[in-house]
């Protein structure tokens, strides 16, 4: 035994060379990077730079480029290692930070902005100044991860509080907010939206895979809450129609297409970072959920992976089961198209992740559809179930462990002494590029080492989902009958205005001719978007004179679904 575990050592150097890095690097790194994180959030973090409480900067960098905003996104990627962290135990130092984000998004959610207010699609805007008002010029927008990635955060805070008994906060505060985001996921997850990335306008995965989740954590929260049936019912439906959509994203050359538009590959760290961001140790190897030790989620992993292998020089002279560095996506120029931290970390963590279940669970499945990753690391081994009894069980765990400690340590040779941690990597020497201290790139090393310490994030619900793809998704509209009771003059008539397009946008000119069949009530039937804040008032038009019903406006919710009727009287 002790010749053949000495034989073994010497055979496989890189096997304990690249996981003393890791460990090393774990130890190290981790404080730094935590305090990193913390420094980009505002109003005390020492490199925040004037950000209001609890908006986080996405870097301090000011120019070339300029990161100095708040991404929704980024913010709620950051807060949700944080409260992943308080909730496990891991590190409960952050309730003041937490209390603050979550109180800035109360401000941040109602900004009109270009994308609209928070009735008209206001939620779907990318970023904002750091001083919690809106971001004018030019973008893509709308970004449609922002909300379920806040309230993916959200909701994993509101049920550790829920756990604590802390009912009160959760319906008062954290619902609120999670609402709006929820209603606004319901309502357009069938919507195009641009990428992770900001650059293309169509389908993503990651937006897709995200907004499923965050449905289903939504059907459980409201339920525990106890709120209306048809709004639960509502989540569920639509879940229901995005976890069929997800399933669109695979396609035969053995990946997830990123981007539906685009004209790529398709291959896009995007599909490792869903992965990563749904995962859900009690589903296990589920491929509907393409969770990171799937059979479609490993593949996909291979093949992305080798996608960098050849295409930077930083990375040349590595075998097959060796680590490399990886970035967004093979044709990505910007910059001069480089890996990125988050990329490379995110690789490991999907590893970790799968490492966590099949441990866990006792056993290793390779498919046919995942046996070209596992041949990496083993080219006998056959399609079949491995007991953790069994030698190809420890051989394949033990070298997918050393791969993964790869990636870490392929970050940690190319991390300052000071454990900055930039957005990108130069593809020929390796140095840092771009912005500095990314909170995504500290995010990204926070959650990687965890995984790799076997730490468990909360089940989010995946776990005997089926697929139940009939009918195409529900149009999210209800039918509204404004009725108001207004007395008039020959001459005079009754228009409606308001707040949504359907209402004019409150235009006068294009105002909604009532009818008065029902004299003294006027009315009209108006097909409305659901689950949104409608503000409204009428008008009296007589020729060219025009008056307004006096203030304040009127003003209600639409229904998840079905119809709605106004009983109004003119003031
Ligand atoms: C908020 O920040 C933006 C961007 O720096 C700046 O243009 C604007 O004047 C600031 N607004 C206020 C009210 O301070
Ligand atoms: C509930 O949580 C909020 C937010 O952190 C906190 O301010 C409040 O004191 C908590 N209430 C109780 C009863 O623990
Ligand atoms: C909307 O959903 C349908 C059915 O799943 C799908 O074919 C279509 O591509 C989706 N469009 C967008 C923009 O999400
Ligand atoms: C994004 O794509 C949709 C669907 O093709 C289109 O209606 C919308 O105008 C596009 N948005 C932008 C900003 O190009
Ligand atoms: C309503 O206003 C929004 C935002 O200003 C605009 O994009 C939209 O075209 C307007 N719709 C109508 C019907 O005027």
């Known amino acids: 035994m002790l010749f053949a575990a000495t034989l073994s050592l010497l055979a496989l150097p890189n096997v ?72 496990l135990g891991i590190d409960t130092t952050t309730r003041g930070e937490i209390d603050d984000y979550v109180a800035s998004q109360v401000i941040v959610q109602q900004i009109p902005n270009p994308s609209g207010d928070l009735a008209s699609g206001g939620l779907g805007e990318p970023k904002f100044n750091i001083n919690e008002t809106a971001f004018t010029g030019p973008w893509g927008r709308p970004q449609r991860d922002g909300p379920a990635l806040r309230s993916i955060a959200l909701i994993t805070w509101a049920n550790f509080l829920l756990s604590e008994s802390n009912t009160s906060y959760v319906t008062d505060t954290l619902w609120p907010i999670i609402e709006n985001d929820l209603n606004y996921v319901a309502a357009n997850w069938n919507e195009s939206t641009f990428d992770l990335w900001e650059e293309l306008n169509s389908s993503s995965f990651f937006t897709t895979a995200v907004q499923h989740r965050v449905l289903r954590q939504g059907v459980s929260l409201a339920s525990a809450l106890g709120q209306p049936q ?131 669970q006792k056993s290793l499945e390779v498919t046919s559809i995942s046996l070209p990753f596992f041949q990496i690391f083993d080219s006998s081994i056959a399609a079949g179930t491995y007991a953790s009894s069994s030698s190809q069980f420890t051989s394949l765990t033990g070298a997918i462990k ?18 900055g941690l930039a957005e990108q990597i130069s ?54 009958t404004f009725n108001v009771d207004a007395t008039t003059i020959f001459g005079q008539n009754i228009y409606l205005t308001g707040s949504v397009d359907a209402l004019e946008n409150w235009s006068t000119e294009t105002a909604l001719p009532m009818s008065s069949a029902d004299y003294p009530i006027w009315s009209i039937t108006v097909t409305l978007p659901a689950n949104t804040d409608i503000q409204y008032k009428y008008i009296n038009i007589d020729g060219s004179a025009l008056t307004w019903e006096s203030d304040p406006n009127n003003e209600f919710t639409t229904p998840a679904s079905g119809t709605f009727v106004t009983h109004d009287t003119w003031r």
Not at 17 to 27: G, H, I, L, P, R
Not at 296 to 318: P, Q
Not at 402 to 419: I, K
């Open 16 to 87: 304990w060379a690249q996981s003393s890095v890791a460990d090393a690097y774990v130890a190290s790194e981790s404080p730094l990077a935590r305090a990193g994180m913390l420094a980009n959030i505002g109003p005390s973090g020492s490199q925040s730079l004037g950000a209001f409480p609890g908006i986080v900067i996405a870097s301090p960098s000011t120019v070339n480029p300029d990161y100095l905003f708040t991404w929704t996104r980024d913010s709620a990627v950051a807060f949700s290692a944080i409260v992943n962290q308080f909730a």
């Open 230 to 360: 048809s709004l639960v019912s509502n989540y569920e439906t639509q879940a229901n129609f995005v976890l069929c959509f997800l399933q669109t994203y695979w396609n035969t050359a053995g990946h997830i297409t990123a981007n539906t538009g685009g004209g790529r590959s398709g291959i896009d760290a995007n599909t490792v970072l869903a992965s990563i961001h749904t995962f859900d140790a009690a589903a296990g190897c589920d491929a509907l959920t393409f969770q990171p030790c799937s059979d479609l989620a490993l593949l996909n992993l291979h093949t992305y992976v080798d996608a960098f292998r050849s295409l930077y020089e930083i990375n040349s002279g590595f075998a097959l089961n060796e680590a490399v560095l990886t970035g967004r996506y093979p044709e990505d120029v910007y910059m001069g198209g480089n890996p990125w931290y988050l990329t490379t970390l995110a690789v490991a963590e999907q590893l970790y992740d799968s490492l966590i279940v099949w441990n866990s």
């Open 402 to 419: 050393t791969f993964s400690d790869g990636f870490v340590a392929a970050v940690a040779n190319h991390t300052p002494a000071n454990g």
């Open 427 to 480: 593809n020929t020497n390796g140095t840092p590029v771009s912005a500095v201290d990314l909170t995504w790139s500290f995010a990204a090393a926070l959650t990687t080492f965890d995984a790799r310490k076997g730490v468990v994030p909360a089940s989010w619900g995946a776990k005997g989902l089926s697929l139940s793809c009939a009918g195409e998704p529900i149009p999210q509209t209800v039918s509204v």
